[in-house]
């Protein structure tokens, strides 16, 4: 047994991009914020290059000062929906990287 909750042990026993990918997108946002630093670990020892690019601009999102519309700055949404998009497609298996 490890000391990483069951949540995240999904992600560490991901075999494939593909299920990294569905793992991003699905689990909270809670998670990924409380246990960034075990993620980031995670997605570079599997060497899920689009994983970290996803994660990264998702951190963004989540650490950004907001505006009065209660909206993060364009250039991160952009940024965040951009990479989403990319995680998408490697989500449904569309393009699976070599060697996952």
Known sequence: MTS???IIEELADAPD????????LEVPLAVIIRDQVT???LLSAAGFHEGLAYFAAEIAALSA??????LAPNTIRISREYARIGI???????????GS
Do not use: C, F, S
């Open 17 to 24: 991009h593909m299920a990294r990918a569905r793992w991003l």
């Open 39 to 41: 993620i980031h670990r």
């Open 65 to 70: 000062t907001r505006g009065r519309d209660g």
């Open 88 to 98: 998408q497609v490697i989500a449904r298996g569309g393009a699976e990287e070599r």
């Open 4 to 6: 990483m909750l069951p």
